[in-house]
């Protein structure tokens, strides 16, 4: 049990500590940490409760019902109308609540807490042939109990329905901390008798307002908005369905009963090419009749340069079909294929399931990509989730757009087009008051423009705070006190949830943007964000996709599982720092380097979300101003100039490596502030440095031939410690017909003072780097690295911290070893590999310019290659040195890279490019022999023997 409270809410937060088992945390960094969600609000709670239970739900209710604090539900946060956020206590399933209790693959029936993520219930019945039929774009990071909140559809709801078609019981505890278990035909309590209160209340509302309930919902599947009161009608009364959708205002799921359906054994994507978005939205729906699992739609403004892997179009239809084997899935796209061919721009049935996989992931990217168009304008949820009836869909599509041309606002529309639901993302502005009242109106008007096309502002993402107001211009004044009578009877006291759906909060209140709006010039160039360090924030809106349980992004969220530790987390910190309100020290806040403490500066976010947001230069530019004029940890003294050191230290190596391994070594380490348990690098032999700077050609000497142009990167750590490695390097590129110089051993690509936010020397590093490299570049040679993190460092930092054209000409000349070789002299034959290779891809090269290149030499060399892991190898620089950071450090690597690591045959290759994946393998299996590329493609065959280091 864990209880962290502020000062004013110490009491309450004891009270709960006491009471539950579960975590409570009130601290101002949890408070920062769930003040906003994927919506444009912003709402700090009082704290933070994990419930492990039921029974600390059911405490949970009552003690905040006695304080008279309002309890918000929350899963993964990714609720994009604001219904995951209050100012009272916000209860987060997804840390502890999150276990399947049981699977029946006979009877197609699974049990769940709310807290389980939809991707990791759909995988444990995968094996049974089932699935759970609707999936939000957000599946691998979305909760059951999320989803049960919005009632959530996802793309497949034209085959499988929505959360509420899937939902047979719901265990929950009630606004007076009651259990309750809820079905079609009766809430009954732990003992299984009625509960005729409920019940009786329930049906009262329902005979009160007969009227507006059966003529105003259910008139389609996707209207969403407002409660499901058509469920308790008396023809169709189903009491668990009627809770699904009401955004946990009514009562708290602590289990729910999902109907699972038979997955399709193959798939196939048919692609259709359209005119236009209108064009796409007329015959959308058309499809159905041909029983498609999807009919997604997207247009030409969301994808960008993605347009070149789709066909011919100006907007697409995304038509996916299933079957029991390839062939019938296919047959069936190609039937609908037939039948519009000659209504539409083009088509393409794609068949191969990578290519499928990869097609999707756009569409899942999508609420992440409109953020950001093109344009560099920023965009916003809020209006982006109106459905109509899917036949009027088009002409809702040109009245709106209509309506946005008049209002000077665009955003790429994506969605569900078969079912009439639009997702957009706006670029109305939301950092001033005056654009929040723009966008107040704008609403308000498309509101009126959905309403006359039939249609409701939600169509799965549920109302929250975004639309609970606008539900006066969908429905009338009966029914909305249909809904206000429902959440009376369920909750008396508005304790659930309160100002979603009934008594809602403004629209334009608690507008997030609007709170860290005042620009802030950072020392970095962060030009992709007009070098204004608020708007580099502000572009995580909270979509999420760091916190799946998949991909390279966050290493340190793969591990601890804490919202501190994700991207969206340590965003969030950020900003609540720009507001001031609970993060008050500014710069110096300890709540900000709390949650960077374990960021391993990878940037896999940088690539992998959505948005871009790149905690590692956030994490960069906070550390310098943080520590400006102060004493810095130990480490930023020591590993951050590991550089310097380097050099005195290569001069002795013998006389260094004996006292790493003597008794003083742990004196040495505390007082570097490096890990106790953590080995010291053995540096290499003033022989050995020797040996692989015989055939050196330095660069001061300048280039004699035609042949293509290389200026070998000598960077500090392959020399100080794999001086090898160069000299592989500088033989494979001569052996190509390259001509190769190498640069001084004084220069550095800074990356040690950047990754420890001591801007000013790495300013100072890179200037002195960019003046000797220029020359060179401008003799048209090629600068060729072979450390990623600094191979990187120089292509994507240097501009950064100079912001001059100079360093971009440099930057632009920079690559890998593969890179080269495939790119300037291509038909250069590497030495045959016959080995399975296991390879660890650097974080930082996997971040920015990818690993291509390296995989396609590899394999026309006859190498099968395996990449085990797409995160960090968890050493990432100084992080897995500095003490403190250890286990963190090793449970990245267990993520992937070390299981593959101890399962490698005696033949195979363990391929590590970067100094710090071949630390962590060597310093975690001790038989590994990692071998560097350079090296594999000097000597062939590629047996771990090779490595020779």
Known sequence: MTTVASHEHTPLARTLAVAIR?????????????????SIYRRIPLGVVYPRHTDDIAATVEICREAGVGITMRGGGTSCGGQALGTGVVVDTS??????????????????EPGVVLDTLRTAVAQHGLTFGPDPSTHNRCTLGGMIGNNACGSHSVAWGTTADNITALHVVTADGRHRTVTATQI??????????????????????????????????????????????????????????????CAITTSATLTLVPAPKAR????????????????????????????EGM????LGPRVADLPEGGAWLYVEFGGDTPAEAEAAARRAERAFAAHVRSTLVVTDPADRVRLWRIREDAAGLATRPPSGDEAWPGWEDASVPAENLAAYLRDFDALCRDEGLSGPVYGHFGEGCLHVRLNADLTSPEGVARYRRFVEAACDIVVRHGGVP??????????????????????????????HVWDPHNLLNPGAVVRPRPLDADVRPLAMAAPVRPVLRLAEDRDDFARAVRRCVGVGKCRAHAGAMCPSYQVTREEKDSTRGRARVLGEMLAGEVVTAGWRSPEVREALELCLSCKACARECPVGVDVAAYKSEFLYHHYRHRIRPRAHYTLGWLPVWLKPAGVM????NTVARSPLAGLLKRVAGIDRRRDLPVFATRRQRRASAADRTPLRRGFTTDQPRAVLWTDSFTLAFFPQVLADGRAVLRDAGWEVVDSPARLCCGLTWTSTGQLGVARRVAERTVRALLPAVRAGAVIVGLEPSCTEQLRRELPRLLGTDEAAEVAGAVRTLAQALTEFTPDWEPPRITSWVIAQVHCHQHAGSGWHAERALLERAGATVEVPQNSCCGLAGDFGFVDGHYEVSLACAEQGLLPAVRAAGAGDTVLTEGFSCRLQVTQAHPEARPVHLATLLRNGRGSQATAGQ
């Open 22 to 38: 579960g975590d409570v945390d009130f601290s101002p960094l949890a408070r920062a940490l769930y003040s906003a969600d994927a």
């Open 95 to 112: 840390r502890y609540f999150n276990r399947i209790l049981s699977v029946d693959p006979e009877a197609r029936r699974a049990v769940v």
């Open 188 to 249: 009954t309590t732990p003992d299984g008798l009625p509960d005729h209160a409920l019940m009786d209340g329930l049906d009262a509302v329902a005979a009160h307002a007969l009227a507006p309930i059966r003529t105003e919902l259910g008139r389609y599947r996707r209207q969403v908005s407002g409660y499901p009161l058509q469920h308790l009608l008396p023809e169709r009364r189903d009491y668990a369905k009627s809770l699904v959708g009401t955004e946990g205002g």
């Open 268 to 295: 196939v994507l048919l692609l259709v090419g359209c005119a236009d978005r209108y064009a796409a939205a007329e015959i959308a729906h058309e499809f159905l009749a041909y029983r498609p699992l999807t009919v």
């Open 299 to 302: 247009d030409t403004e969301l």
């Open 458 to 487: 939600s169509g799965e993402h549920g109302d929250g705070q975004a639309r609970s107001e606008l539900l006066s211009r969908v429905y009338s004044p009966a029914l909305l006190n249909a809904f206000a009578d429902t959440k």
């Open 653 to 656: 190596p013998g006389l260094v």
